[in-house]
């Protein structure tokens, strides 16, 4: 009854810049809990980062300092700003929300460092 859309995957070069974005629509909540999730091939998908309808932040110890979560309430959207970006965050990267104890996932969006 959420659906999400992620968009802002690529292909960047190590020590390079993307900003990813994930819009929401359907019956969203005022309280609720978004999130950016990384799963590479044969991998489990690991937290990057979240942030609450209160706007606290949450950040894997791996791309803190150098990832930034935010949102705007009134496009329903979360963003992701990445710097810095290293060779070991490649992977498919997936928008999450959070209401009432029910998961919704996006389609996820590849981000691949490489030079």
């Known amino acids: 009854q959420v659906q999400l859309v992620e968009s802002g995957g690529g292909l960047v070069q190590p020590g390079g810049s993307l900003r990813l974005s994930c819009a929401a629509s359907g019956r969203l909540s005022s309280f609720n809990t978004m999130g950016w999730y990384r799963q590479a091939p044969g991998k489990e998908r690991d937290l990057v980062a979240t942030?609450?309808?209160?706007?606290?932040?949450n950040y894997a110890g791996s791309v803190k300092g150098r990832f930034t979560i935010s949102r705007d309430n009134t496009k329903n959207t979360v963003y992701l700003q990445m710097n810095s970006l290293k060779p070991e965050d490649t992977s498919v990267y997936y928008c999450?929300?959070?209401?009432?104890?029910?998961?919704?996932w996006g389609k996820g969006t590849l981000v691949t460092v490489s030079s």
């Open positions: 942030i609450n309808s209160g706007g606290n932040t």
């Open positions: 999450k929300y959070i209401n009432y104890g029910v998961d919704y």
